[in-house]
């Protein structure tokens, strides 16, 4: 049976979970943690982002939305949504 590759696993270390050892086991624990507290801490800056891109959206005319070819409902559903959503 061959092995995947997705985007989401580049960089992440190998484990063989039948042959691993404790230390393996920890290394890669380890990492996994390193990449959540990433994201977490990269989360405040996205929200930001969400919140600034969707104001400048509201100040948007009809001439805007048109050159961006998208309508206004599509607009309005986008600045309606609380910044945690994406």
């Keep these: 049976m061959g092995t995947q590759n997705c985007i989401g696993s580049i960089g992440q270390p190998r484990l063989d979970f ?26 405040p800056l996205i929200w930001l982002h969400r919140i600034r891109v969707r104001r400048e959206m509201a100040m948007f005319d009809a001439r805007m939305i048109a050159d961006i070819g998208t309508s206004e409902f599509d607009i309005q559903r986008e600045v309606d949504k609380p910044f945690w959503r994406e």
């Design 18 to 43: 039948r042959t691993a050892s404790w230390t393996a086991w920890l290394r890669t624990g380890a990492w996994l943690a390193r990449r959540e507290i990433r994201q977490i801490r990269q989360l």
